[in-house]
């Protein structure tokens, strides 16, 4: 599991080292900075792709979409779809991928034909890409992950049945997401609902943890574990993510010094504000304003 000189470690099997024919890429990574130029537009030629985000908030796009996707769910793009990082970037996460190419004619390996048209039919009439999953989803993703690390004579088999289950589970979670009560993607806990609007309200005067965590009736404790669990995000992490989303918005859409920006959005300095800033989005506050001039 190696780890580079920028602070991410790493887990892929790609072609011939997958263990099961469908499966043309499996992987893992967790970045703590920002890889610029690592996900650039890209196509995967007739293979589907599903990422599962386990931490952080991924910005990427797909046609002429943007998507921020947190912790907790999962971002599917279609054979031959162009898609990649906003500004070309891998954020700071942590997320597992899939690339599957899904036969044409035949059936997966222990299902019928039948069975293997309605999952495929399944994914091709998703009616969002991205949405939140059970925690199945990431066993799977985990689980086969573990059989590629320490094969052994069963793990073909039970490659195969994980992949069965992680295609049934995600349109299982799909249709709960548009059909159910989770029509949007906000958190289901009230407490980490009405965290995040306090939060939200004033971002630069945003309490304590410990006094977010007195308003909503829980200890500091319980308030991060709950808001970690719903969100893929710590409370810390998500201020400093939207703090830098606001910044951003600044930079592009007014003439403010970045040291203006810096305090406005909360900041303590100046310098925290470029370090934190360039760890998130791979750029200088100065080269960002520079790269979206006109946006």
């Given amino acids: 599991m ?11 099997y790609q072609d011939d080292n997958c263990l099961i024919r469908p499966i ?10 920002a890889h610029p130029g690592k996900l650039g537009p890209h196509t995967h030629d007739e293979c589907w792709e599903t990422c599962y985000i386990v931490r952080g908030r991924v910005d990427w796009w797909a046609g002429d979409q943007a998507y921020k996707v947190t912790g907790g769910h999962v971002y599917i793009t ?7 990082g906003v500004d070309a970037a891998l954020h700071p996460c942590e997320i597992y991928w899939l690339i599957l190419k899904l036969p044409v004619r035949g059936a997966l390996s222990g299902t019928t034909i039948k069975q ?6 399944a994914l091709k009439t998703l009616r969002t890409r991205t949405y939140p999953v059970s925690q199945h989803v990431h066993d799977c993703f985990r689980r086969m992950l573990h059989e590629h690390r320490m094969p052994n004579a069963d793990s073909e088999l039970v490659c195969q049945t994980l992949l069965l289950q992680l295609l049934v589970q995600i349109a299982r979670d799909h249709d709960a997401f548009v059909d159910g009560d989770r029509r949007h993607s906000e958190p289901t806990d009230p407490k ?8 939200d309200a004033d971002l630069v005067g945003v309490p304590t943890l410990t006094a977010l965590a007195k308003r909503v009736g829980l200890t500091s404790s319980a308030l991060r574990q709950r808001f970690t669990q719903q969100t893929g995000l710590s409370p810390a992490d998500y201020i400093t993510l939207r703090r830098i ?3 951003a918005r600044l930079l592009r859409e007014t003439k403010l010094t970045i040291t203006q920006i810096a305090f406005k959005v909360g900041f303590s300095s100046s310098q925290y504000f470029a370090t934190a ?5 791979g750029m200088s506050p100065l080269n960002y304003r520079t790269n979206h001039k006109g946006d």
């Fill in 277 to 281: 800033f360039k760890r998130r989005t």
């Fill in 192 to 199: 980490v609902r009405n965290t995040i609007k306090q939060i």
């Fill in 24 to 33: 043309r890429m499996l992987g893992w990574t967790s970045v703590l900075n």
């Fill in 2 to 12: 190696p780890r580079t000189r920028n602070s991410a470690w790493r887990n892929t």
């Fill in 245 to 247: 989303d606001e910044a």
């Fill in 78 to 84: 279609r054979p031959d779809e162009t898609h990649g």
């Fill in 116 to 121: 293997t048209r309605r999952l495929i039919h």
